[in-house]
């Protein structure tokens, strides 16, 4: 994956992340692309454990996997932080 499309992976990401866990903080486009790789990377790390592929370029699974650890990486952001 080129930088780019990493960028455009992690804002959608962010985003739908953002929506589907309810998260009270909007920390707009840059929120989003920090959360959606970082979820990504995260969720790719999850699958591994699984036996699974994790993100593997633009496409739906890596869009799903991707969701998946960012809404599992707010999670923990959320136990850590106390709300």
């Known amino acids: ?3 780019l499309s990493l960028i455009l992976l992690g804002a959608i990401v962010g985003w739908i992340a953002n929506g589907l866990a309810d998260n009270q ?4 486009l840059t929120g989003n692309i920090i959360l ?3 979820g990504s990377m995260f969720g790719g790390w999850i699958m591994n454990y699984f036996g699974k592929s994790g993100v593997n370029g633009f ?3 890596s869009i799903v ?3 998946v650890g ?3 990486l707010l999670t ?3 136990l850590f932080r106390g709300n």
């Open 25 to 28: 903080n909007r920390t707009g």
């Open 59 to 61: 496409n739906f699974y």
């Open 65 to 67: 996997v991707g969701v």
């Open 36 to 38: 959606g790789v970082l």
């Open 70 to 72: 960012s809404i599992a």
């Open 1 to 3: 994956m080129n930088f």
């Open 76 to 78: 923990v952001f959320r």
